[in-house]
Protein backbone atom coordinates (compact mmCIF):
# COMPACT_ATOMS: atom_id res chain seq x y z
CA UNK A 1 0.00 0.00 0.00
CA UNK A 2 1.15 3.46 -0.85
CA UNK A 3 -0.02 7.05 0.43
CA UNK A 4 0.73 9.69 -1.50
CA UNK A 5 0.33 13.44 -0.28
CA UNK A 6 -2.63 12.56 1.47
CA UNK A 7 -4.48 15.55 2.41
CA UNK A 8 -8.10 16.61 4.73
CA UNK A 9 -9.56 19.59 5.36
CA UNK A 10 -12.33 20.22 8.02
CA UNK A 11 -13.87 23.03 7.85
CA UNK A 12 -10.94 25.09 6.80
CA UNK A 13 -8.57 23.48 9.28
CA UNK A 14 -5.87 21.05 7.63
CA UNK A 15 -5.99 17.71 9.45
CA UNK A 16 -3.90 15.78 7.14
CA UNK A 17 -1.46 17.78 5.23
CA UNK A 18 0.47 15.83 2.58
CA UNK A 19 0.96 12.61 4.14
CA UNK A 20 3.16 10.37 2.13
CA UNK A 21 3.84 6.72 3.33
CA UNK A 22 4.39 2.62 2.60
CA UNK A 23 3.07 0.15 4.18
CA UNK A 24 5.40 -2.60 4.56
CA UNK A 25 3.84 -5.68 3.70
CA UNK A 26 3.71 -8.58 6.67
CA UNK A 27 4.47 -6.56 9.67
CA UNK A 28 2.84 -4.36 12.28
CA UNK A 29 2.60 -0.89 12.06
CA UNK A 30 1.61 1.36 14.25
CA UNK A 31 0.71 5.24 13.96
CA UNK A 32 1.06 7.01 17.45
CA UNK A 33 1.18 10.79 17.91
CA UNK A 34 -0.95 13.46 20.33
CA UNK A 35 -4.13 14.14 20.13
CA UNK A 36 -5.70 15.13 16.78
CA UNK A 37 -2.09 14.87 15.08
CA UNK A 38 -4.34 13.03 12.01
CA UNK A 39 -3.58 9.76 12.89
CA UNK A 40 -6.81 7.93 12.54
CA UNK A 41 -8.16 10.22 10.17
CA UNK A 42 -5.30 8.98 7.93
CA UNK A 43 -6.59 5.31 8.70
CA UNK A 44 -10.00 6.19 8.04
CA UNK A 45 -8.99 7.24 4.64
CA UNK A 46 -6.98 4.23 3.75
CA UNK A 47 -9.54 2.67 4.96
CA UNK A 48 -12.36 4.12 2.98
CA UNK A 49 -14.00 5.49 5.60
CA UNK A 50 -13.51 9.07 5.31
CA UNK A 51 -12.95 11.00 2.21
CA UNK A 52 -10.58 13.12 1.63
CA UNK A 53 -9.53 16.20 -0.11
CA UNK A 54 -6.04 15.37 -1.59
CA UNK A 55 -3.88 12.64 -2.53
CA UNK A 56 -4.14 9.30 -3.91
CA UNK A 57 -3.82 5.71 -1.80
CA UNK A 58 -2.81 3.26 -4.07
CA UNK A 59 -3.86 -0.26 -2.78
CA UNK A 60 -2.04 -3.29 -4.82
CA UNK A 61 -1.79 -1.09 -8.36
CA UNK A 62 -4.97 0.52 -8.04
CA UNK A 63 -6.57 3.44 -6.09
CA UNK A 64 -8.92 2.28 -3.09
CA UNK A 65 -11.11 4.33 -4.78
CA UNK A 66 -11.62 2.67 -7.92
CA UNK A 67 -11.79 -1.13 -6.20
CA UNK A 68 -15.00 -2.35 -5.91
CA UNK A 69 -16.04 -1.71 -2.35
CA UNK A 70 -17.02 -5.79 -2.45
CA UNK A 71 -13.55 -6.85 -3.76
CA UNK A 72 -11.53 -4.65 -1.56
CA UNK A 73 -13.41 -5.85 1.54
CA UNK A 74 -11.79 -9.15 0.85
CA UNK A 75 -8.34 -7.83 1.21
CA UNK A 76 -8.93 -5.44 3.77
CA UNK A 77 -10.61 -5.03 6.85
CA UNK A 78 -10.90 -2.16 9.59
CA UNK A 79 -12.15 -2.36 12.96
CA UNK A 80 -13.26 1.05 14.32
CA UNK A 81 -13.64 1.78 17.94
CA UNK A 82 -17.64 2.56 18.11
CA UNK A 83 -19.11 -0.39 17.72
CA UNK A 84 -22.44 0.06 19.29
CA UNK A 85 -24.02 -2.77 17.67
CA UNK A 86 -28.47 -2.43 18.79
CA UNK A 87 -28.87 -5.70 17.69
CA UNK A 88 -29.34 -9.10 19.33
CA UNK A 89 -26.41 -10.95 18.04
CA UNK A 90 -24.69 -13.99 19.19
CA UNK A 91 -20.94 -14.01 19.00
CA UNK A 92 -21.06 -16.48 16.48
CA UNK A 93 -23.58 -14.43 14.02
CA UNK A 94 -21.22 -11.67 14.94
CA UNK A 95 -18.47 -13.74 13.54
CA UNK A 96 -20.38 -14.86 10.23
CA UNK A 97 -20.52 -11.64 9.33
CA UNK A 98 -17.10 -11.39 8.31
CA UNK A 99 -17.88 -14.01 5.77
CA UNK A 100 -20.75 -11.29 3.75
CA UNK A 101 -17.89 -10.09 1.18
CA UNK A 102 -17.91 -14.00 0.17
CA UNK A 103 -21.15 -15.52 0.89
CA UNK A 104 -23.47 -12.03 0.25
CA UNK A 105 -25.01 -14.02 3.66
CA UNK A 106 -25.57 -17.42 1.81
CA UNK A 107 -22.64 -19.25 4.20
CA UNK A 108 -21.25 -22.35 2.07
CA UNK A 109 -19.86 -25.12 4.46
CA UNK A 110 -16.70 -23.59 3.60
CA UNK A 111 -17.75 -20.42 5.29
CA UNK A 112 -18.76 -21.93 7.80
CA UNK A 113 -15.91 -23.79 9.07
CA UNK A 114 -13.80 -20.45 8.14
CA UNK A 115 -16.02 -18.73 11.08
CA UNK A 116 -15.48 -22.09 13.66
CA UNK A 117 -12.28 -21.34 13.03
CA UNK A 118 -11.83 -17.80 13.54
CA UNK A 119 -13.95 -18.14 17.00
CA UNK A 120 -11.26 -21.35 17.79
CA UNK A 121 -7.89 -18.96 17.18
CA UNK A 122 -9.94 -16.47 19.15
CA UNK A 123 -10.70 -18.80 22.34
CA UNK A 124 -14.53 -18.10 21.88
CA UNK A 125 -16.11 -21.07 21.47
CA UNK A 126 -17.64 -21.40 25.60
CA UNK A 127 -19.24 -17.68 24.44
CA UNK A 128 -20.44 -18.91 21.10
CA UNK A 129 -24.35 -18.78 21.49
CA UNK A 130 -23.70 -15.96 24.08
CA UNK A 131 -25.30 -12.18 22.72
CA UNK A 132 -22.51 -9.71 22.46
CA UNK A 133 -24.13 -7.03 24.73
CA UNK A 134 -24.05 -9.68 27.67
CA UNK A 135 -20.15 -10.02 26.88
CA UNK A 136 -17.42 -7.81 28.78
CA UNK A 137 -15.25 -5.57 26.74
CA UNK A 138 -12.76 -7.60 25.80
CA UNK A 139 -14.85 -10.68 25.02
CA UNK A 140 -16.58 -8.33 22.85
CA UNK A 141 -13.59 -6.83 21.28
CA UNK A 142 -11.60 -10.64 20.97
CA UNK A 143 -15.41 -11.44 18.87
CA UNK A 144 -14.36 -8.70 16.68
CA UNK A 145 -11.34 -9.64 16.11
CA UNK A 146 -12.57 -12.67 15.22
CA UNK A 147 -15.18 -11.50 12.60
CA UNK A 148 -11.58 -9.97 10.80
CA UNK A 149 -9.95 -13.37 10.68
CA UNK A 150 -13.54 -14.70 9.44
CA UNK A 151 -13.43 -12.09 6.67
CA UNK A 152 -9.68 -13.06 5.87
CA UNK A 153 -8.34 -10.14 4.47
CA UNK A 154 -4.42 -9.12 4.09
CA UNK A 155 -4.84 -6.28 5.44
CA UNK A 156 -6.00 -5.65 9.39
CA UNK A 157 -6.86 -1.64 10.27
CA UNK A 158 -7.41 -1.31 14.01
CA UNK A 159 -8.43 2.22 15.29
CA UNK A 160 -7.41 1.70 18.88
CA UNK A 161 -7.66 -1.31 19.75
CA UNK A 162 -7.00 -1.02 23.14
CA UNK A 163 -8.99 2.13 24.05
CA UNK A 164 -11.21 1.16 27.18
CA UNK A 165 -9.52 -1.69 28.01
CA UNK A 166 -7.88 -2.59 31.41
CA UNK A 167 -4.19 -3.74 31.22
CA UNK A 168 -4.76 -7.10 31.24
CA UNK A 169 -6.99 -7.38 28.21
CA UNK A 170 -5.15 -4.62 26.69
CA UNK A 171 -1.97 -6.61 26.72
CA UNK A 172 -3.50 -9.69 25.47
CA UNK A 173 -4.83 -7.77 22.34
CA UNK A 174 -1.43 -6.35 21.51
CA UNK A 175 -0.23 -9.95 21.57
CA UNK A 176 -3.21 -11.23 19.09
CA UNK A 177 -2.18 -8.27 17.01
CA UNK A 178 1.21 -9.88 16.94
CA UNK A 179 -0.21 -13.43 16.32
CA UNK A 180 -2.36 -12.00 13.41
CA UNK A 181 1.29 -11.03 11.94
CA UNK A 182 3.27 -13.61 12.97
CA UNK A 183 1.16 -16.70 12.50
CA UNK A 184 -1.56 -15.62 9.64
CA UNK A 185 0.98 -13.00 7.55
CA UNK A 186 -1.46 -10.31 8.11
CA UNK A 187 -0.27 -6.96 7.32
CA UNK A 188 -1.52 -5.24 10.50
CA UNK A 189 -2.05 -1.13 10.90
CA UNK A 190 -3.11 0.64 14.07
CA UNK A 191 -3.82 3.44 15.48
CA UNK A 192 -2.24 3.29 19.31
CA UNK A 193 -2.28 5.71 22.11
CA UNK A 194 0.37 3.81 24.60
CA UNK A 195 3.76 3.99 23.13
CA UNK A 196 5.28 1.44 25.00
CA UNK A 197 2.24 -0.87 23.29
CA UNK A 198 3.66 0.31 19.93
CA UNK A 199 7.15 -0.66 20.54
CA UNK A 200 7.04 -4.01 22.18
CA UNK A 201 4.34 -4.89 19.66
CA UNK A 202 5.06 -3.45 16.33
CA UNK A 203 8.07 -3.62 13.83
CA UNK A 204 7.23 -0.04 12.31
CA UNK A 205 6.28 3.37 13.96
CA UNK A 206 4.70 6.45 11.83
CA UNK A 207 4.32 9.25 14.03
CA UNK A 208 1.69 12.07 13.50
CA UNK A 209 2.75 15.58 14.28
CA UNK A 210 -0.21 18.56 13.24
CA UNK A 211 -1.38 16.68 10.18
CA UNK A 212 2.11 15.47 8.82
CA UNK A 213 4.33 12.61 9.84
CA UNK A 214 7.17 13.20 12.07
CA UNK A 215 9.26 9.98 12.04
CA UNK A 216 8.22 6.73 10.24
CA UNK A 217 10.84 4.08 10.25
CA UNK A 218 11.64 0.81 12.90
CA UNK A 219 10.73 1.03 16.43
CA UNK A 220 14.41 1.38 17.02
CA UNK A 221 14.84 4.36 15.31
CA UNK A 222 11.43 6.33 16.16
CA UNK A 223 11.75 5.21 20.07
CA UNK A 224 14.70 7.34 20.96
CA UNK A 225 14.74 10.44 23.73
CA UNK A 226 15.19 12.86 20.87
CA UNK A 227 12.37 12.12 18.82
CA UNK A 228 9.66 11.40 20.79
CA UNK A 229 10.09 14.27 23.15
CA UNK A 230 9.93 16.25 19.81
CA UNK A 231 6.39 14.77 19.33
CA UNK A 232 4.86 14.94 22.42
CA UNK A 233 6.67 18.01 23.77
CA UNK A 234 7.63 16.34 27.30
CA UNK A 235 10.67 14.70 28.54
CA UNK A 236 11.39 11.04 27.92
CA UNK A 237 13.78 8.26 29.22
CA UNK A 238 13.92 5.10 26.96
CA UNK A 239 14.97 2.09 28.97
CA UNK A 240 16.11 -1.28 26.94
CA UNK A 241 13.93 -4.38 28.53
CA UNK A 242 13.95 -7.63 26.56
CA UNK A 243 15.86 -6.04 23.58
CA UNK A 244 13.16 -3.36 23.00
CA UNK A 245 13.04 0.20 23.67
CA UNK A 246 10.35 0.95 26.49
CA UNK A 247 10.17 4.88 27.24
CA UNK A 248 9.35 6.30 30.38
CA UNK A 249 7.91 9.90 30.62
CA UNK A 250 7.12 12.10 32.99
CA UNK B 1 -26.81 -21.86 9.90
CA UNK B 2 -29.84 -23.00 11.13
CA UNK B 3 -29.38 -22.32 14.99
CA UNK B 4 -32.28 -23.34 17.73
CA UNK B 5 -33.20 -19.52 17.65
CA UNK B 6 -34.03 -19.62 14.26
CA UNK B 7 -35.90 -22.84 14.63
CA UNK B 8 -38.22 -21.36 17.67
CA UNK B 9 -38.40 -18.10 15.27
CA UNK B 10 -40.05 -19.77 12.58
CA UNK B 11 -42.10 -21.89 15.27
CA UNK B 12 -43.57 -18.41 16.38
CA UNK B 13 -44.23 -17.12 12.97
CA UNK B 14 -45.76 -20.06 11.62
CA UNK B 15 -48.09 -19.72 15.36
CA UNK B 16 -49.00 -15.90 14.20
CA UNK B 17 -49.47 -16.79 10.73
CA UNK B 18 -52.32 -19.47 11.88
CA UNK B 19 -53.72 -16.69 14.26
CA UNK B 20 -53.81 -14.09 11.12
CA UNK B 21 -55.52 -16.46 9.04
CA UNK B 22 -58.08 -17.29 11.92
CA UNK B 23 -58.66 -13.58 12.46
CA UNK B 24 -59.24 -13.27 8.39
CA UNK B 25 -61.75 -16.17 8.38
CA UNK B 26 -63.66 -14.77 11.57
CA UNK B 27 -63.71 -11.26 9.95
CA UNK B 28 -65.39 -12.73 6.97
CA UNK B 29 -68.04 -14.80 8.58
CA UNK B 30 -68.56 -13.60 12.27
CA UNK B 31 -72.75 -12.61 12.27
CA UNK B 32 -72.88 -13.74 8.80
CA UNK B 33 -76.03 -15.02 7.26
CA UNK B 34 -75.30 -18.82 5.62
CA UNK B 35 -79.15 -19.70 4.49
CA UNK B 36 -79.57 -17.00 2.36
CA UNK B 37 -77.36 -16.98 -0.77
CA UNK B 38 -78.10 -14.20 -2.06
CA UNK B 39 -77.43 -12.21 1.11
CA UNK B 40 -74.12 -14.83 1.93
CA UNK B 41 -72.56 -13.31 -1.35
CA UNK B 42 -73.19 -9.65 -0.74
CA UNK B 43 -71.62 -9.87 2.42
CA UNK B 44 -68.74 -11.37 1.46
CA UNK B 45 -68.67 -9.02 -1.49
CA UNK B 46 -68.43 -5.73 0.81
CA UNK B 47 -65.67 -7.57 3.12
CA UNK B 48 -63.69 -9.22 1.14
CA UNK B 49 -62.21 -6.46 -0.30
CA UNK B 50 -61.58 -4.54 3.49
CA UNK B 51 -60.55 -7.63 4.48
CA UNK B 52 -57.87 -7.30 1.53
CA UNK B 53 -56.63 -3.77 1.95
CA UNK B 54 -56.03 -4.08 5.95
CA UNK B 55 -53.85 -7.64 5.14
CA UNK B 56 -52.11 -5.08 2.67
CA UNK B 57 -51.58 -2.01 4.96
CA UNK B 58 -50.41 -4.15 7.40
CA UNK B 59 -47.62 -5.25 5.33
CA UNK B 60 -46.79 -2.73 3.74
CA UNK B 61 -46.56 -0.67 7.03
CA UNK B 62 -45.12 -3.26 8.98
CA UNK B 63 -42.43 -3.77 6.17
CA UNK B 64 -41.37 -0.01 6.00
CA UNK B 65 -41.01 0.33 9.82
CA UNK B 66 -38.69 -2.51 10.45
CA UNK B 67 -36.77 -0.69 7.40
CA UNK B 68 -37.14 2.53 8.66
CA UNK B 69 -36.05 1.53 11.98
CA UNK B 70 -32.78 -0.15 10.98
CA UNK B 71 -31.49 2.34 8.39
CA UNK B 72 -31.88 5.37 11.37
CA UNK B 73 -30.45 2.37 13.82
CA UNK B 74 -33.11 3.03 16.45
CA UNK B 75 -35.96 1.11 17.38
CA UNK B 76 -38.16 3.55 18.49
CA UNK B 77 -38.60 6.00 15.71
CA UNK B 78 -42.25 6.11 14.23
CA UNK B 79 -42.43 6.49 10.50
CA UNK B 80 -44.58 9.45 11.18
CA UNK B 81 -41.70 11.48 11.26
CA UNK B 82 -41.37 10.71 7.45
CA UNK B 83 -44.34 13.35 7.41
CA UNK B 84 -46.96 11.15 4.93
CA UNK B 85 -49.73 11.37 7.40
CA UNK B 86 -49.80 15.09 7.65
CA UNK B 87 -49.17 15.82 3.73
CA UNK B 88 -51.95 13.71 3.56
CA UNK B 89 -54.24 15.28 5.62
CA UNK B 90 -52.93 18.86 4.41
CA UNK B 91 -53.91 17.23 0.63
CA UNK B 92 -57.11 16.53 1.57
CA UNK B 93 -58.13 19.70 3.47
CA UNK B 94 -56.50 21.90 0.54
CA UNK B 95 -58.74 19.88 -2.01
CA UNK B 96 -61.88 20.36 0.19
CA UNK B 97 -61.18 24.21 0.55
CA UNK B 98 -59.88 25.25 -2.75
CA UNK B 99 -62.34 22.64 -4.57
CA UNK B 100 -65.22 22.29 -2.47
CA UNK B 101 -66.16 18.71 -1.13
CA UNK B 102 -68.68 18.22 -4.07
CA UNK B 103 -65.68 18.23 -6.48
CA UNK B 104 -64.58 15.77 -8.37
CA UNK B 105 -61.40 15.06 -6.71
CA UNK B 106 -62.89 14.57 -3.29
CA UNK B 107 -66.10 12.56 -4.94
CA UNK B 108 -64.21 10.29 -7.02
CA UNK B 109 -62.11 7.76 -5.25
CA UNK B 110 -59.73 7.03 -7.60
CA UNK B 111 -58.99 10.70 -8.78
CA UNK B 112 -58.53 11.23 -5.16
CA UNK B 113 -56.16 8.10 -4.53
CA UNK B 114 -53.87 9.24 -8.07
CA UNK B 115 -53.64 12.68 -6.13
CA UNK B 116 -52.69 11.43 -3.19
CA UNK B 117 -50.03 9.20 -4.85
CA UNK B 118 -48.66 11.87 -7.15
CA UNK B 119 -48.17 14.78 -4.66
CA UNK B 120 -46.42 12.28 -2.02
CA UNK B 121 -44.59 10.47 -3.94
CA UNK B 122 -43.26 13.89 -5.56
CA UNK B 123 -42.67 15.08 -2.24
CA UNK B 124 -40.85 11.83 -0.97
CA UNK B 125 -38.51 11.66 -3.84
CA UNK B 126 -37.42 15.37 -2.95
CA UNK B 127 -37.06 15.30 0.35
CA UNK B 128 -35.79 11.67 0.70
CA UNK B 129 -33.41 11.34 -2.34
CA UNK B 130 -32.53 14.85 -3.06
CA UNK B 131 -32.31 16.63 -0.07
CA UNK B 132 -30.58 13.40 1.57
CA UNK B 133 -27.66 13.29 -1.10
CA UNK B 134 -27.29 17.20 -0.31
CA UNK B 135 -26.93 16.38 3.45
CA UNK B 136 -24.00 14.17 2.69
CA UNK B 137 -26.47 11.62 4.11
CA UNK B 138 -26.86 12.46 7.29
CA UNK B 139 -30.15 10.53 8.83
CA UNK B 140 -30.67 12.74 12.04
CA UNK B 141 -30.93 15.65 8.90
CA UNK B 142 -33.94 13.33 7.66
CA UNK B 143 -35.49 13.16 10.86
CA UNK B 144 -35.30 16.88 10.99
CA UNK B 145 -36.60 17.78 7.86
CA UNK B 146 -39.28 15.00 8.23
CA UNK B 147 -40.25 16.63 11.61
CA UNK B 148 -40.15 20.41 10.31
CA UNK B 149 -42.15 19.21 7.70
CA UNK B 150 -44.69 17.60 9.95
CA UNK B 151 -45.58 20.49 11.82
CA UNK B 152 -45.55 22.89 8.57
CA UNK B 153 -48.08 20.71 6.68
CA UNK B 154 -50.36 20.47 10.01
CA UNK B 155 -49.95 23.98 10.43
CA UNK B 156 -50.92 25.14 6.66
CA UNK B 157 -53.92 22.46 7.11
CA UNK B 158 -55.05 24.09 11.08
CA UNK B 159 -55.11 27.40 8.97
CA UNK B 160 -57.26 25.90 6.03
CA UNK B 161 -59.56 24.52 8.31
CA UNK B 162 -60.34 28.04 10.63
CA UNK B 163 -61.41 29.99 7.44
CA UNK B 164 -63.17 26.78 6.27
CA UNK B 165 -67.10 26.62 5.51
CA UNK B 166 -68.32 24.54 8.83
CA UNK B 167 -70.51 22.25 6.97
CA UNK B 168 -66.91 21.03 4.34
CA UNK B 169 -64.82 21.15 7.41
CA UNK B 170 -67.71 18.23 8.85
CA UNK B 171 -67.66 16.45 5.28
CA UNK B 172 -63.74 16.48 5.31
CA UNK B 173 -63.21 15.03 8.76
CA UNK B 174 -64.54 11.93 7.83
CA UNK B 175 -61.96 11.57 5.21
CA UNK B 176 -59.45 12.35 7.90
CA UNK B 177 -59.54 8.95 9.67
CA UNK B 178 -58.12 5.75 8.61
CA UNK B 179 -60.65 3.69 7.04
CA UNK B 180 -60.72 0.75 5.38
CA UNK B 181 -64.69 0.53 3.81
CA UNK B 182 -65.37 2.41 0.33
CA UNK B 183 -62.08 1.44 -1.14
CA UNK B 184 -62.42 -0.25 -4.94
CA UNK B 185 -60.93 -3.28 -6.82
CA UNK B 186 -58.87 -0.22 -8.78
CA UNK B 187 -57.34 1.01 -6.29
CA UNK B 188 -56.55 -2.50 -4.68
CA UNK B 189 -54.66 -3.06 -7.59
CA UNK B 190 -52.84 -0.25 -8.70
CA UNK B 191 -51.75 -0.19 -4.99
CA UNK B 192 -50.56 -3.74 -4.98
CA UNK B 193 -48.39 -3.26 -8.23
CA UNK B 194 -46.74 -0.26 -6.80
CA UNK B 195 -45.82 -2.11 -3.60
CA UNK B 196 -44.31 -4.97 -5.52
CA UNK B 197 -42.45 -2.14 -7.96
CA UNK B 198 -41.12 -0.77 -5.05
CA UNK B 199 -39.90 -4.26 -3.60
CA UNK B 200 -38.72 -5.62 -6.59
CA UNK B 201 -36.07 -1.87 -7.56
CA UNK B 202 -35.01 -2.61 -3.63
CA UNK B 203 -34.51 -6.19 -4.03
CA UNK B 204 -30.50 -5.82 -3.65
CA UNK B 205 -30.69 -3.52 -1.31
CA UNK B 206 -33.17 -5.44 1.51
CA UNK B 207 -30.53 -8.19 1.41
CA UNK B 208 -28.08 -5.85 2.75
CA UNK B 209 -30.45 -4.87 5.56
CA UNK B 210 -28.52 -7.64 8.07
CA UNK B 211 -25.58 -5.91 7.24
CA UNK B 212 -26.50 -2.41 7.42
CA UNK B 213 -27.65 -2.94 11.20
CA UNK B 214 -23.73 -3.15 12.31
CA UNK B 215 -23.47 0.40 11.60
CA UNK B 216 -21.92 2.51 8.96
CA UNK B 217 -18.13 1.63 9.18
CA UNK B 218 -18.66 -2.31 10.04
CA UNK B 219 -20.88 -2.33 6.69
CA UNK B 220 -18.31 -0.54 4.60
CA UNK B 221 -15.75 -2.35 6.31
CA UNK B 222 -18.03 -5.66 4.89
CA UNK B 223 -18.18 -4.39 1.62
CA UNK B 224 -21.58 -2.21 1.28
CA UNK B 225 -21.74 1.01 -0.69
CA UNK B 226 -23.72 2.39 2.66
CA UNK B 227 -24.60 5.76 1.55
CA UNK B 228 -26.53 4.37 -1.94
CA UNK B 229 -28.33 2.03 -0.06
CA UNK B 230 -29.67 4.00 2.42
CA UNK B 231 -31.14 6.63 0.41
CA UNK B 232 -32.77 4.09 -1.71
CA UNK B 233 -33.81 2.20 0.86
CA UNK B 234 -35.08 5.21 2.63
CA UNK B 235 -36.98 6.32 -0.71
CA UNK B 236 -38.38 2.88 -0.90
CA UNK B 237 -39.92 3.26 2.99
CA UNK B 238 -41.47 6.44 2.36
CA UNK B 239 -43.07 5.37 -1.00
CA UNK B 240 -44.38 2.25 0.94
CA UNK B 241 -45.74 4.33 3.65
CA UNK B 242 -47.32 7.15 0.81
CA UNK B 243 -49.41 3.91 -0.99
CA UNK B 244 -50.46 2.95 2.49
CA UNK B 245 -51.55 6.07 3.53
CA UNK B 246 -52.91 7.44 0.01
CA UNK B 247 -54.91 4.18 0.17
CA UNK B 248 -56.57 4.40 3.69
CA UNK B 249 -55.54 7.38 5.34
CA UNK B 250 -53.20 8.39 8.63
CA UNK B 251 -51.69 4.88 9.72
CA UNK B 252 -48.41 5.29 9.72
CA UNK B 253 -47.96 5.20 13.86
CA UNK B 254 -49.09 1.51 13.72
CA UNK B 255 -45.25 1.32 12.40
CA UNK B 256 -43.93 2.00 15.64
CA UNK B 257 -46.24 -0.93 17.75
CA UNK B 258 -45.94 -3.89 15.29
CA UNK B 259 -42.55 -2.97 14.38
CA UNK B 260 -41.30 -2.72 17.90
CA UNK B 261 -43.55 -6.16 18.76
CA UNK B 262 -41.95 -7.95 16.01
CA UNK B 263 -38.71 -7.01 17.35
CA UNK B 264 -38.99 -8.04 21.11
CA UNK B 265 -41.09 -11.39 20.10
CA UNK B 266 -38.10 -12.28 17.72
CA UNK B 267 -35.41 -11.00 19.29
CA UNK B 268 -33.25 -11.52 16.28
CA UNK B 269 -31.18 -9.28 13.77
CA UNK B 270 -32.57 -11.33 10.44
CA UNK B 271 -34.76 -8.75 8.61
CA UNK B 272 -37.07 -11.25 6.43
CA UNK B 273 -38.30 -12.45 9.76
CA UNK B 274 -38.73 -9.19 11.61
CA UNK B 275 -40.32 -7.94 8.78
CA UNK B 276 -42.30 -11.32 8.42
CA UNK B 277 -43.26 -10.54 12.03
CA UNK B 278 -44.48 -7.15 12.37
CA UNK B 279 -46.57 -7.80 9.22
CA UNK B 280 -48.61 -10.72 10.88
CA UNK B 281 -48.95 -8.32 14.28
CA UNK B 282 -50.04 -5.72 11.53
CA UNK B 283 -52.53 -8.11 9.87
CA UNK B 284 -53.87 -9.51 13.59
CA UNK B 285 -54.16 -5.73 14.72
CA UNK B 286 -55.96 -4.14 12.12
CA UNK B 287 -57.84 -7.30 11.26
CA UNK B 288 -58.99 -8.09 15.28
CA UNK B 289 -59.59 -4.24 15.86
CA UNK B 290 -61.84 -3.65 12.90
CA UNK B 291 -63.55 -6.71 13.58
CA UNK B 292 -64.67 -5.38 17.08
CA UNK B 293 -65.13 -2.31 15.73
CA UNK B 294 -67.63 -3.45 13.40
CA UNK B 295 -69.92 -6.01 15.73
CA UNK B 296 -69.33 -5.14 19.32
CA UNK B 297 -69.00 -0.73 18.87
CA UNK B 298 -70.59 -0.82 15.35
CA UNK B 299 -68.78 1.51 13.54
CA UNK B 300 -68.98 4.69 16.16
CA UNK B 301 -65.52 3.96 16.71
CA UNK B 302 -62.82 3.80 14.26
CA UNK B 303 -59.69 1.43 14.18
CA UNK B 304 -57.81 4.25 14.03
CA UNK B 305 -58.21 6.03 17.70
CA UNK B 306 -57.53 1.76 18.98
CA UNK B 307 -54.17 2.44 17.51
CA UNK B 308 -53.45 5.76 18.69
CA UNK B 309 -54.78 5.14 22.03
CA UNK B 310 -53.09 1.90 22.28
CA UNK B 311 -49.65 2.85 20.49
CA UNK B 312 -49.30 5.98 22.58
CA UNK B 313 -49.36 3.76 26.01
CA UNK B 314 -46.73 1.39 24.05
CA UNK B 315 -44.38 4.32 23.15
CA UNK B 316 -44.72 5.23 26.55
CA UNK B 317 -43.71 1.99 27.53
CA UNK B 318 -40.82 1.79 25.01
CA UNK B 319 -39.21 4.65 26.10
CA UNK B 320 -39.27 4.28 29.81
CA UNK B 321 -38.09 0.32 29.52
CA UNK B 322 -35.10 1.62 26.81
CA UNK B 323 -31.60 1.33 28.77
CA UNK B 324 -30.51 3.76 26.20
CA UNK B 325 -32.22 6.02 23.88
Given at each position: ??V ?7 D??T???Q??F??P????I???G ?17 AR?G??V???G???TKWK??E ?5 A ?7 I?MKL?VR???T??R ?7 N?P??EA?ISK ?7 Q???E??I?EL?GG?R????I????A?D??YV??D?P??NL????A???MK??R???D ?10 H??NY???Y?D??C ?7 A???T?K ?7 LS??Y?V?F?I??I??R ?5 Y | M ?7 NVKK ?15 ML ?6 N???L ?5 L?A ?5 M???A????G ?8 I ?6 P??L??NS?YT?I ?7 A??G???A ?12 IMG????V???Y ?6 H?VLY??L??TV????FS??Q ?7 D?NEY ?5 S???S???I????I ?5 LL???I????RE ?13 A?NL??N ?11 V?L ?6 A?V??I?F?GL?IA???R???K????S ?5 S???G ?12 HV ?5 P???F????GG??F??L ?6 V
Open positions: MNKELTKVYGKVVDVSQIKGKVSLIPNGAGKSTVMGIISRLVDGDEFEKDISRLSKRLILTQTNNQTELVFGFPYSGGRTEDVAIEYMELEFEQFDSQQRAMAMVIQTELLETNDIYHTNMIVRLCELGKTVILVLEIAAFSYIAFVDGKIHFGVEVMTKEVEIKDQMNNGPLSIY | KTAAYRSLTVMAVLVLAAAAAYVEINFSSRLKYALSRPKLIVLITFSIGASIVFQSVNNTIVTCLGMLLHTAVVFVGSSIIVNANLSFAVDVVVVATIYSLFKKTNNVLIGLTSFSITTLTRVMPDTLLTLVAFSNNSEIVFSLVAAIFALRLALLDVLTLGKEQIGVYDKCIRKLLLGTCIAVATMGPSLINLSQLLTYRHLLILGAFFMIVLVGGQLIVEYSYAVVSVITVGVYLYLMTEKK
